[in-house]
């Protein structure tokens, strides 16, 4: 199982971006999926989760500005981030929430930065 996150890049503030995760080597209809982020000297933190149903979940406020949806028929995570911030400069993650043998996977990121 491969986990590759991709769209990100520089954007001014208030712009957006739509990061995309299509894990190859499972079935994506049976995952549930989350977005992390890790900004500079942090820790990795969870953005949002949904559910293999589509039930969503959204950390602190980042529900105002960011979406998380799926598409199982193109086997892809997407990740719509609106208003961008300067403190939401990180790396971005996809990663599978369920199956505990593979919640140990952490693909490659990419890389969003918010700046002027």
């Known amino acids: 199982v491969q986990l590759q996150a991709s769209g990100g890049g520089l954007v001014q503030p208030g712009g957006s971006l739509r990061l995309a995760c299509a894990p190859s080597?499972?079935?994506?209809?049976?995952?549930?999926m989350g977005w992390y982020r890790q900004a500079p000297g942090k820790e990795r933190e969870l953005v949002a989760v949904?559910?293999?149903?589509?039930?969503?979940t959204y950390v602190g406020s980042l529900k105002t500005r960011f979406t998380i949806s799926r598409d199982n028929a193109k086997n892809t995570l997407y990740l719509q981030m609106n208003s961008l911030k300067p403190e939401d400069t990180a790396i971005y993650y996809c990663?599978?929430?369920?199956?505990?043998?593979?919640?140990?996977?952490w693909g490659e990121g990419t890389q969003v930065t918010v700046s002027s």
């Open positions: 990663h599978i929430e369920n199956f505990p043998n593979l919640r140990r996977i």
């Open positions: 080597g499972i079935i994506f209809s049976i995952l549930d």
């Open positions: 949904i559910l293999k149903g589509g039930d969503t």
